[in-house]
């Protein structure tokens, strides 16, 4: 079946640092992939849409200069959390849109954040 | 806007039946799905139904749609202790009125307890 694999599974990373969450989608190709976010004990909500080739399409209230995706093959999109502080620090989920299947959606596992 | 609620907590009693409850918003869903958590964890995709659909079963599962009253259910027979998580409820969504990329709207989840 269609797996999506997201590296790394849990990160440290001190204030004002960068941290690079990357999204692979192993055995298709996506032109689309999403990225998610989840505060504790909240649900997940949708930071952006990553788009092959072009510029990642955010949702309202996401900055698009402290969250850097870049779509640039296939089979690989990137979540850059830029000058991260701990509010950043959440569970980071993607999941790639396999366009070959019925239902569609594949998720990776997730990137624990953690900003100190 | 689009809107997906369940409640919170369900308990049950091992080797019971287990229903989650959905409701959703958006009637030109084209697809519902319930995904699992398991703690520190990805989603994981249960099963799915294609909005034509008004059941599916898959084993233990069995999805039962109602679509005149935007209701989604999903029953687990004989709930094991592995069926312990959180499972959220999904539909599809079309965000651009172009044609664009569908994204997800998911619901906060509800924690399932099982008691021995």
């Known amino acids: 079946g269609a797996v999506v694999s997201q590296h790394p599974s849990r990160v440290i990373c001190k204030s004002g640092t960068s941290v690079k969450i990357e999204c692979r989608s192993l055995d298709f190709q996506a032109t689309t992939m999403f990225w998610y976010r989840q505060f504790p004990k909240q649900s997940l909500m949708l930071m952006a849409t990553s788009n092959e080739g072009s510029k990642a399409t955010y949702e309202q209230g996401v900055e698009k200069d402290k969250f850097l995706i870049n779509h640039a093959s296939l089979t690989l999109s990137t979540l850059t959390v830029t000058s991260a502080h701990p509010e950043d620090s959440s569970f980071y989920i993607c999941?790639?849109?396999?366009?070959?299947?019925?239902?569609?959606?594949?998720f990776g596992s997730g990137t624990r954040l953690t900003v100190v | 806007g689009e809107d997906v609620e369940q409640s919170l907590f369900l308990s049950v009693r091992e080797g019971d039946s287990s229903v989650i409850n959905c409701t959703y918003t958006d009637s030109s869903s084209t697809y519902l799905y319930w995904y699992k958590q398991e703690p520190g964890a990805g989603l994981q995709l249960l099963t799915y139904?294609?909005?034509?659909?008004d059941m599916k079963q898959d084993q233990r599962l069995t999805v039962l749609l109602n679509k005149k009253d935007k209701h989604l259910s999903l029953r687990i027979a004989d709930t094991q202790t592995g069926d312990s998580a959180i499972y959220f409820c999904?539909?599809?969504?079309?965000?651009?009125?172009?044609?664009?990329?569908?994204?997800?709207?998911f619901g906060k989840g509800t924690h399932l307890i099982i008691q021995p």
């Open positions: 999941s790639a849109r396999n366009e070959g299947a019925n239902y569609g959606y594949t």
């Open positions: 999904a539909e599809t969504y079309q965000k651009y009125s172009g044609g664009g990329a569908d994204g997800l709207t």
């Open positions: 139904i294609f909005s034509n659909m």
